[in-house]
Nanobody, 130 residues
Framework: QVQLVESGGGSVQPGGSLRLVCVAS????????MAWFRQAPGKDREGVAC????????YYGDSVKGRFTVSRDNAKNTVYLQMNNLKPEDTAVYYC???????????????????????WGQGTQVTVSS
């Protein structure tokens, strides 16, 4: 059974940092690209970062470039999202996601489309507020 479990969310002040963790089970995480998405209240789910499984490439949404870093440890079946210089607009529920077909050959140009991911975690809340 495919399962993704996120953790590491919390409440921080603007300028603070958090590291999100996504642990996969039921499949070999190293065989798929992995993405992080987020959804704020009243807003659409948006792609935050994607890390390839076939090369060293990473991709980021424009709003987080230079502040967020995605990484993976295939031996631990885990993907991470390091978030620095957090802003109030980063407040959202964060999800990790993948797809057994569309994410098998790296991050597609359309990776930010949440409809392309079939497997999702339950999400972890990140709140940035002073």
């Amino acid at each position: 059974q495919v399962q993704l479990v996120e953790s590491g969310g919390g409440s921080v002040q603007p300028g603070g940092s958090l590291r999100l963790v996504c642990v996969a089970s039921g499949f070999k995480l190293g065989e798929f690209a992995m993405a992080w998405f987020r959804q704020a209240p009243g807003k659409d789910r948006e792609g935050v970062a994607c890390i390839s499984n076939v090369d060293a490439n990473t991709y980021y949404g424009d709003s987080v470039k230079g502040r967020f870093t995605v990484s993976r440890d295939n031996a631990k079946n885990t993907v991470y999202l390091q978030m620095n210089n957090l802003k109030p607009e980063d407040t959202a529920v964060y999800y990790c996601a993948t797809d057994p077909i569309l994410f098998i050959n790296g991050c597609r140009p359309s990776w930010q489309n949440p409809r392309e991911a079939e497997a999702w975690g339950q999400g972890t809340q990140v709140t940035v507020s002073s």
